[in-house]
């Protein structure tokens, strides 16, 4: 349930909350809005950062 922001690869930029942990892959499972749609996403834990919701808030106003 934290929200994350994906710092490397092919997403980076995007927000979303973490809704799945695979510590043995060492993946998790975000939940992002892409094309005005959620959409689940797997990505590395080292690709994600834990923001505070409010900074999630105003990083998404910025992208509309």
């Not at 909350?17 to 510590?23: D, F, G, R």
Request: a negative charge; proline letters at 2%.
């Amino acid at each position: 349930g934290d929200t994350v922001s994906i710092e490397d690869g092919p997403l980076k930029g995007f927000v979303g909350e973490v809704k799945e942990i695979n510590q043995a892959a060492q993946k998790a499972k975000i939940s992002t809005v892409m094309f005005g749609r959620n959409t689940d996403v797997e990505v590395e834990f080292s690709q994600i950062e834990k923001i505070d919701a409010s900074l999630a808030e105003e990083m998404q106003k910025t992208e509309e």
